[in-house]
């Protein structure tokens, strides 16, 4: 039972396939009766006369959720030990808690100071208990700086406006710069505890799940069905007779996927033959018999975001035993005619019993096999994935699997904060294919949001995380002949951000700042687009034109010039994701890992970029024929 298969495919499931048939209701956001669509912009301009100005009273609440916030990081701390007691000093966190301790409000020039040692690029400040006190201060500050303050309200009436021309735009042709401004002019209202019923009408529509998963049953049962065949010794003892043996089992380990739309519901089956050639001691005989015994067994793993998990296996096995000779130690017929009299009374019982024991033992055997593998497997979820996303607020707010009887889904939601998702249904994925994945833009652009906003990464890090995730570092990731490491202080708005349309993509790193062995340079921001072809191997990107590299707000053939320094950072970094953005890119095909390789290569049949989507399907280069589903005699396991 390959039960480490299942990881595989809840991790390639989840980041590198998608799903077709699967409800919205749970991306949406609010009721039936929601503003339609076309009536957002009307909204938008009645919401301008609901100004609501701020009081000490928010202010109050602000503070409020600071030192809550706070005390959750002090708890934080304290486990930290001596660590948590540097971090104090380095947050000023008693001259904070002195300047909280009454009911006046907080010196916003101080919390200001503390702010900045937040949002400084150290490892460990993006862990949530310190975000979570970044957020609050942040909150507290522009809340006590709206408290009387008139600005607020003129600039709430700019940003509607604005909203309202981008929500019209959007309306007419939907496009992903509109979309952006949509999506901050929200985060500003959240923050600005501005018209929250207008902030839930466009969520509802704009907040839809953005990433959709689907693997086919057939190719979720590659990794996990196979053969047995294998011989045991025998060492038993039924009605007082000591029976020794060798018994041969063969039989096949297969794969069915129970319906259910709240988990991912896998069933693996066992069915198989073990027959068996024994010889049994039974007070002062020896009787030589045969058995052919029938089993079944299910085993059920469950998939869901917290893990995975399963229910003891459950068999059902049914012995036939056949007495081939009674012989006498001592040569007494008489005691071997009594002997054949018992063993034909007792023969119903004894094959009872050993179908009992058969069941015990097939049991005993699966579950020891699934545990160990299911405890790595769901460890390594846990460790890899669930934990340091959750513990860095990156975990999706939605990440649900479901089963049909065809195919194993998984549904995504990376959004919160304020931010928006996908604003509706994705385009279809093409009929027949065996695994797919649709990934709204919004996604990933929200994911480097919340990761890299103000962040300083090193490329020996970059390096490590690709290297432990693949295996082994791809030649374009390695670092330059110079031997002088890279790294950059990301821009705090939008600091990896990609595009899905027009049969295309764009992808767009915005540095604030890099550093180049210990050398600083200026920001720059760097991007490139390319182009789906068909090809006679599948598809190919191709880059369109040379990569990009221009300094923030910079505008091509506007006449401008860049200045020495600039240029000097240009040429390196053009030099540099020269090969990371590669001419072309060619898609032929994948193969999975491990047993997953019985799969086929999966050749892309179907790559999409439009609407803000990227669509990819992929279909099994030589699938081969199932065989008919098997009917498991163990009837339907209950959760």
């Not at 990081?73 to 000093?89: F, P, S, T, V």
């Not at 942040?138 to 700086?145: F, H, K």
Request: proline share 5%; glycine share 8%; with cysteine.
């Amino acid at each position: 039972m390959r039960f480490k298969t299942v990881l595989w495919a809840l991790l390639i499931g989840a980041f590198g396939t998608s799903f077709a048939a699967i409800s919205y209701a749970a991306g949406k956001q609010a009721s039936d009766t929601a503003i339609p669509l076309e009536e957002l912009p009307a909204a938008c301009k009645k919401a301008k006369t609901e100004f609501r100005p701020l009081t000490q009273l928010d202010a109050a609440q602000a503070k409020a959720d600071m030192i809550q916030a706070l005390d959750r990081l002090d708890q934080r701390l304290i486990l930290a030990g001596e660590n948590g007691n540097d971090w104090r000093e380095y947050l000023l966190w008693g001259e904070l808690r002195n300047e909280l301790r009454d009911d006046k409000s907080a010196d916003r020039n101080f919390l200001a100071r503390v702010y900045q040692r937040y949002v400084a690029a150290h490892d460990g400040l993006e862990l949530v208990w310190f975000l979570d006190v970044q957020r609050a201060i942040r909150s507290y500050i522009a809340t006590a700086n709206a408290v009387g303050n008139p600005q607020v309200q003129t600039a709430y009436g700019e940003l509607l406006d604005k909203l309202t021309a981008s929500l019209e735009a959007y309306i007419a042709k939907p496009t992903t710069e509109n979309s952006v401004v949509i999506s901050e002019s929200v985060r500003w209202l959240e923050d600005a505890r501005q018209a929250p019923a207008l902030v839930q009408a466009i969520q509802h529509h704009f907040v839809h799940p953005n990433l959709l998963v689907e693997i086919s049953a057939d190719v979720v049962a590659a990794g996990i069905a196979e053969p047995v065949d294998d011989t045991t010794s025998v060492r038993d003892c039924i009605l007082g007779t000591d029976i020794h043996g060798t018994a041969h089992t063969k039989g096949e380990t297969s794969v069915a996927l129970s319906p259910d739309s709240e988990m991912g519901v896998i069933d693996t089956l066992f069915f198989g033959v073990t027959k068996s050639k024994s010889v049994g001691y039974n007070g002062p005989v020896t009787i030589f018999s045969s058995a052919t015994t029938d089993m079944a067994a299910r085993k059920r793993l469950w998939i869901h975001a917290g893990g995975l998990l399963s229910y003891p296996s459950v068999a059902n096995a049914e012995t036939k035993i056949n007495i081939h000779g009674i012989q006498s130690r001592k040569g007494r017929r008489l005691i071997e005619r009594m002997a054949w009299r018992r063993a034909g009374k007792q023969q119903a019982m004894a094959e009872c019993i050993a179908s009992r024991r058969a069941e015990q033992r097939l049991n005993k055997r699966i579950d020891q096999q699934a545990d160990e593998s299911l405890d790595r497997a769901n460890q390594a979820y846990i460790d890899k994935f669930r934990r340091p996303f959750t513990e860095r607020k990156l975990f999706p707010q939605t990440l649900r699997f479901s089963t049909t009887e065809r195919a194993l889904h998984v549904l995504g939601l990376q959004a919160g904060s304020g931010k928006l998702a996908a604003p509706g249904t994705p385009p279809p994925v093409v009929e027949g294919a065996d695994m797919s994945l649709r990934l709204h833009e919004s996604m990933v652009n929200n994911l480097m949001l919340d990761a890299l906003s103000g962040r300083t990464v090193q490329e020996e890090k970059v390096q490590a995380t690709v290297t432990d995730l693949l295996g082994h570092l791809p030649e374009k990731m390695k670092g330059d002949e110079d031997g002088k490491p890279w790294a950059i202080t990301f821009a705090r708005r939008r600091p990896i951000s990609v595009t899905f349309a027009d049969d295309g993509f764009e992808i767009i790193i915005r540095g604030a700042k890099f550093y180049k062995g210990g050398d600083a340079h200026p920001g720059m921001d760097i991007s490139a687009s390319y182009k789906i072809e068909k090809s006679p191997k599948g598809f190919k990107a191709v880059r369109v034109g040379d990569i990009r590299v221009f300094p923030p707000d910079f505008v091509p053939d506007s006449g401008a010039k860049i200045d020495a320094r600039r240029q000097v950072i240009r040429k390196l970094l053009e030099n540099r994701f020269s090969k990371v953005f590669e001419p072309e890119f060619l898609g032929e095909g994948l193969e999975l890992p491990g047993k997953w390789k019985s799969a086929g290569k999966m050749l892309p049949l179907q790559v999409v970029c439009r609407d803000g989507w990227l669509i990819i399907a992929w279909k099994r280069a030589a699938a081969e024929p199932n065989s008919s589903p098997k009917k498991s005699a163990l009837g339907t396991a209950s959760r």
